[in-house]
C-alpha cells in the first residue's frame, strides 16, 4: 500500500488527514479497535455541516474499498448501547464529545481488551466489524460523522 497524497485536488489538511487515517487502518483493520488524532482534522470539521465526499472518496481509495460517510446526532443526556458494528466503522465527533466503549463480540474475536474512552473533536475511532460498541456520556450536543467501509466484491 503506498501513501501518496490522496487525490490530485484534495486540500492540503483533508490529504494528511486520509493519510494519517489509512495508516491507522493498515495496521488495525481487522484485528482490535484504535484511537487515531490524525492531522488534518481541521479541514472535516469545517465541512461538517454539509458533505464532504472527498474524504470518503480518497480514503476509499487509498484503502482498496468503498467508503460511505453519514452524520449521527447525539442530544445532552443521549446514548447507543451495545450495537455490534456489520462493518468497518471509523467515528469522528465534528461537533461535542461524548464517551465511548469497544469491545470483542461474545466468543467472536481472540482475546483483545476492551477500549474505553472519552471521544472529542480531533479524533477518530476505528471499530472493526462485529465488535460490539457503546457511545454515552453526552454533556453537550455531540455530532459525529461515520465513514463506514465497505469490503470489496471480489
Do not use: N
Not at 493519510?19 to 487502518?25: E, I, T
Not at 465526499?53 to 446514548?79: D, H, I, K, Q
Not at 460490539?132 to 467501509?149: E, R
Amino acid at each position: 500500500m503506498e501513501f501518496e497524497p490522496a487525490s490530485q485536488g484534495a486540500e492540503p489538511g483533508l490529504s494528511h488527514f486520509v493519510r494519517d487515517l489509512a495508516l491507522c487502518l493498515s495496521v488495525h483493520r481487522d484485528r482490535s479497535p484504535a484511537l487515531v488524532w490524525p492531522d488534518g482534522i481541521d479541514a472535516v470539521v469545517a465541512e461538517a455541516d454539509g458533505e464532504l465526499p472527498e474524504l470518503a472518496t480518497s480514503l476509499g481509495a487509498l484503502l482498496g474499498c468503498e467508503v460511505t460517510s453519514s452524520f449521527v446526532g447525539l442530544p445532552v443526556g443521549g446514548r447507543g448501547d451495545g450495537d455490534t458494528a456489520g462493518t468497518d466503522l471509523v467515528l469522528l465527533p465534528v461537533k461535542g464529545s461524548c464517551g465511548g466503549r469497544v469491545e470483542p463480540s461474545p466468543g467472536g474475536h481472540a482475546p483483545v481488551h476492551a477500549l474505553e474512552l472519552r471521544l472529542r473533536v480531533g479524533e477518530a475511532l476505528y471499530v472493526p466489524r462485529g465488535f460490539v460498541y457503546a457511545l454515552d456520556a453526552v454533556h453537550t450536543p455531540c455530532t459525529l460523522q461515520v465513514l463506514t467501509l465497505h469490503p470489496p466484491d471480489w
